[in-house]
């Protein structure tokens, strides 16, 4: 019986302990590179073969909130950064700022992606929003601003796979259409249209208890002398707060469950003796 009462006791704990670390997903994939040489090339530019300043891509999960990256050109102005953050302040959301400026002959690039998980507390049969502004300037030769966004359904694109695929510097969007389909995406962009702002409304029906991501990516491009100023951020909105971020679910509450479960086990092994 005291063998049957501990296994039954760990098992439950593991589980606990399993369940918590892998449902606490956040991930953030940030990029800002130089390329050179670039020239006109169908109506646009063409840039490359060579990287000056490669990838720097960083990814996180668990309870990290933030990430940034910078390249810089070894010889010229050209220059580019990317962060991403979650904003405590309104539910977890993210919040992206992109910059990239060049000098001419080189391209400058910036974007940043996050990944969050999400879950609704509310009724049954809501029609969640989710709204997203990029806010942002183009200026100069062959510039530009984009973003991205989706929700997605836990179900479709489970907690691990998340994980492991911004651990390894991928995001989801990928898949879209092909691995599985999101519960609603859109994305939007400009070219050199100075000081503009960019908005996008995503929906999906939700019930209580609904494990949804927000994944949302920003970003822009500088080609031979312009600057793209993603600066002024894109920013993220639901249109209830019936929701709660996997983010303000710590990690080490899971080891106090676990502590916990292996309290009861020596209180079982007690009574017993």
């Known amino acids: 019986m005291k063998t049957a009462v501990r ?26 590179r130089i390329t050179e040489p670039c020239s006109p090339s169908g109506g646009g530019y063409s840039c490359g073969p060579g990287i000056t300043n490669p990838d720097k891509d960083e990814a996180f999960s668990s309870g990290v909130t933030s990430v940034s990256v910078s390249a810089q050109h070894p010889m010229a102005a050209s220059s580019s950064s990317a962060a991403g953050m979650l904003d405590p302040g309104n539910l977890y959301l993210p919040v992206l700022t992109a ?9 400058a690039f910036a974007e940043v992606e996050t990944i969050n998980l999400y879950t609704y507390t509310g009724p049954d049969n809501f029609l969640l929003e989710l709204t997203g502004v990029f806010h942002g300037t183009t200026t100069g030769v062959a510039t530009s601003m984009y973003g991205s966004a989706a929700l997605i359904s836990v179900d479709d694109y489970d907690a691990m ?38 908005d996008i409304t995503l929906m999906t029906e939700v019930d209580n208890g609904d494990q949804f991501y927000v994944w949302a990516k920003f ?50 092994r007690r009574r017993a003796i």
Do not use: H, K, R
């Open 161 to 198: 796979t998340a994980m492991d695929d911004f651990d390894n510097g991928y995001g989801p969007a990928g898949c879209f259409g092909e691995c599985f389909q999101p519960l609603d995406n859109d994305s939007v962009s400009t070219t050199n249209g100075g000081e503009e702002t960019l």
């Open 7 to 32: 296994l039954i006791t760990m098992a439950v704990a593991l589980s606990l302990f399993s369940a918590l670390a892998a449902a606490a997903p956040f991930g953030a994939i940030a990029g800002a």
């Open 219 to 268: 970003g822009g491009a500088s080609v031979g002398g312009g600057e793209f100023d993603g600066l002024s951020t894109a920013t993220f909105s639901l249109n209830t707060t019936n929701v709660v971020s996997a983010a303000v679910v710590p990690l080490p509450g899971a080891v106090w469950l676990l502590l916990g479960a292996c309290g009861g086990l020596l209180g079982c």
């Open 99 to 107: 910059y990239a400026a060049s000098v001419e002959g080189d391209g």
